[in-house]
């Protein structure tokens, strides 16, 4: 099964920049669904940013666009998350998520219902 191992979070203060890793073991394939997903306390699990690893589509929600940027190595399996400027509302625990295929379109927000494979998780934390 593929796995994916998250790293990056931490705290941080309002305004600065972090980046977060995850990388993708046991993928067999060349081109796959990444995304990462995001979930504050007492909230539903929400997608922000979504790539289609291989290829060139990307989509951003709307609270996190020109603010973060999705991007791969796929020489090191790894997908990434740029976060600038980060809010205090970017609090939350961060997941990244991967699918082979994916069975939402590219004008609405990823569901995790899209996604078989998920990381454990990693903290971000903005003050």
């Known amino acids: 099964h593929v796995q994916l191992v998250e790293s990056g979070g931490g705290s941080v203060q309002a305004g600065g920049s972090l980046r977060l890793s995850c990388e993708v073991s046991r993928n067999t394939y060349v081109r796959y669904y990444a995304s990462w997903f995001r979930q504050a306390p007492g909230k539903e699990r929400e997608g922000v940013a979504l790539s289609y690893v291989g290829g060139e589509s990307r989509w951003y929600a709307d609270s996190v666009k020109c603010r973060f940027t999705i991007s791969e190595d796929s020489a090191k399996n790894t997908v990434y998350l740029q976060m600038n400027d980060l809010k205090p509302e970017d609090t939350a625990i961060y997941y990244c998520?991967?699918?082979?295929?994916?069975?939402?379109?590219?004008?609405?927000?990823?569901?995790?219902?899209?996604?078989?494979?998920w990381g454990q998780g990693t903290q971000v934390t903005v003050s």
């Open positions: 998520a991967y699918n082979p295929t994916y069975a939402g379109n590219w004008l609405s927000p990823p569901r995790p219902v899209h996604f078989g494979f």
